[in-house]
């Protein structure tokens, strides 16, 4: 692997390196020094470790550029929570009829209704209180149920189907807090997450784009 490469990978594996970067708050030399023990390189490629380091961050100062326009898009988003949410995944050989007379239950009553389907299975994300509902229809083809979970809705303007790096930039806006996201899907504008239920605090203040 060449030294360049070894530079980035090193930076890419490191979130807070490459955050001090973005901000030039980063000492190249100690940087350099500090990838070169690590990779186990020689004195000589230090000039290399160095420039591929610079380099990098004009790679990434362009990616900022991008970023402010995500933060600009999203400032002008709304973002809405449902508690008592629960995900359940079965088995997809079953019969449609029922879960098609599922779903009108549900939605009859306006409540939180998806579907996601797969290769083998089919996920559903409804509100816990239809939890008794769906055992007493799909009890033999149950795979996995979780409650206690929040539905993040998060509502912006069209011009986020046409702006790159939008879903990236919220991933990690919950990852970096420690909030794993347990489905996520999206539908025109709008971007959803599935959280656990007291996460709710932490995901709200990662969501902050004003």
Not at 85 to 99: G, M, P, Q
């Amino acid at each position: 692997m060449n030294i360049t490469k070894i530079t980035e990978n090193y930076i890419e594996s490191h979130p807070s390196v490459k955050d001090c970067l973005k901000r030039k708050l980063i000492n190249y030399s100690q940087l350099s020094r500090q990838i070169m023990k690590d990779g186990s390189l020689k004195s000589s490629d230090f000039d290399a470790v160095l420039i591929a380091a610079r380099r990098y961050f004009r790679k990434l100062s362009k990616s900022s550029a991008a970023e402010d326009k995500v933060r600009s898009l999203l400032s002008h988003s709304r973002i809405e929570i449902k508690n008592r949410v629960a995900v359940v995944v079965i088995d997809k050989h079953i019969f449609t009829d029922d879960l098609l007379e599922l779903e009108r239950k549900i939605k009859k009553s306006r409540s939180v209704f998806y579907a996601i389907e797969g290769t083998d299975a089919i996920t559903i994300i409804t509100s816990a209180t239809f939890l008794d509902d769906i055992r007493s229809s799909f009890r033999s083809s149950l795979i996995k149920v979780w409650k206690e979970l929040a539905l993040v809705v998060i509502s912006s303007p069209e011009e986020i189907e046409e702006t790159p790096g939008v879903f990236s930039y919220l991933s990690s806006l919950l990852s970096d807090r420690g909030i794993n996201v347990l489905e996520t899907m999206s539908c025109w504008s709008e971007t959803l997450f599935i959280v656990a239920e007291k996460d709710i605090a932490k995901v709200l203040e990662a969501l902050k784009f004003s």
